[in-house]
């Protein structure tokens, strides 16, 4: 066991002694061939190092033009997702004409999707991605990644969606009556066909009744309305809810109180 050990970390010095002397010399065409072969074996990181030399040193060559490619290819398998789509995004600018540009293109708007946060934090990268896939099926109509890019849309806009959802229940259980009813406004007018619907819908009415016994009298009047309209609306959608019995509770207390 200590004799494998040993005659492991002997390779790996060797192997590193190898590796760094391509990189400090001036062999081009071994360069190429190294990289390759650390490309090959998901060497990814120490490939980037000589893939780039390569291409600064012939950028317009059918190996600088890989070279690029597999920059981009290598990030991506990093998970350096930022690196990647500059060079994937490059790639296309720098070869129009290659054949491997609807792959590529669909590669970079997949590194945002890959970028998106949790729903809990900020969404802005997940508009960017949201964005960057409509421009590449805008791009490609026909493209054969047609129905992933339907399916990454889909489970972008549902982050988004429930990214919404959390708004509205946060300000129900922190007491912030208008905001609530606000938002779970917003919401159902943004996403009417949502799986939330009903238990935002439920929401908008209950904060709206707290917003109105709340509110100064001059204000208190329209509200109730409002409140009584909500209702009606909610029933006329989930007769069977749930939360019909306990919205009528705060209803019935809005018209005893009158």
Same mark, same amino acid.
């Given at each position: #066991?200590?004799?494998?050990?040993?005659?492991?970390?002997?390779?790996?010095?060797?192997?590193?002694?190898?590796?760094? &002397?391509?990189?400090?010399?001036?062999?081009?065409?071994?360069?190429?061939?190294?990289?390759?072969?650390?490309?090959?074996?998901?060497?990814?990181?120490?490939?980037?190092?000589?893939?780039?030399?390569?291409?600064?040193?012939?950028?317009?060559?059918?190996?600088?033009?890989?070279?690029?490619?597999?920059?981009?290819?290598?990030?991506?398998?990093?998970?350096?997702?930022? #690196?990647?789509?500059?060079?994937?995004?490059?790639?296309?600018?720098?070869?129009?004409?290659?054949?491997?540009?609807?792959?590529?293109m669909f590669m970079a708007a997949l590194c945002n999707v890959n970028n998106s946060p949790l729903p809990s934090l900020d969404q802005s990268e997940t508009n960017e991605a949201i964005n960057s896939i409509q421009m590449f099926v805008d791009?490609?109509?026909?493209?054969?990644? #047609?129905?992933?890019?339907?399916?990454?849309?889909?489970?972008? +806009?549902?982050?988004?969606?429930?990214?919404?959802?959390?708004?509205?229940?946060?300000?129900? &259980?922190?007491? +912030?009556?208008?905001?609530?009813v606000a938002s779970a406004v917003i919401f159902l007018e943004n996403y009417p066909g949502s799986t939330y619907t009903e238990e935002v819908f439920y929401l908008m009415v209950k904060n709206s009744y707290y917003l109105t016994i709340n509110?100064?009298?001059?204000?208190?009047?329209?509200?109730?309305?409002?409140?009584?309209?909500?209702?009606?609306?909610?029933?006329?959608?989930?007769?069977?809810? &749930?939360?019909?019995?306990?919205?009528?509770?705060?209803?019935?207390?809005?018209?005893?109180?009158?």
């Open positions: #066991m200590q004799i494998k050990f040993i005659f492991g970390i002997l390779f790996f010095c060797v192997s590193c002694s190898s590796y760094n &002397k391509v990189v400090k010399g001036d062999n081009y065409a071994q360069k190429f061939e190294t990289a390759n072969s650390l490309y090959e074996e998901g060497e990814f990181l120490r490939s980037i190092v000589l893939y780039e030399q390569i291409y600064q040193h012939a950028p317009k060559t059918g190996e600088g033009e890989l070279a690029y490619y597999r920059l981009g290819q290598s990030y991506y398998n990093s998970e350096d997702y930022y #690196m990647a789509a500059y060079y994937l995004s490059s790639y296309v600018q720098r070869f129009p004409y290659s054949s491997k540009n609807e792959d590529v791009r490609y109509p026909d493209t054969k990644y #047609m129905d992933s890019c339907n399916q990454i849309i889909d489970r972008l +806009r549902f982050k988004l969606e429930t990214k919404d959802y959390t708004h509205v229940t946060l300000y129900s &259980k922190t007491e +912030r009556y208008r905001a609530a509110s100064i009298e001059s204000k208190k009047s329209q509200r109730i309305e409002d409140t009584y309209e909500r209702l009606r609306n909610f029933v006329a959608v989930f007769n069977d809810s &749930k939360y019909r019995k306990e919205l009528e509770t705060y209803v019935n207390r809005l018209e005893t109180n009158k």
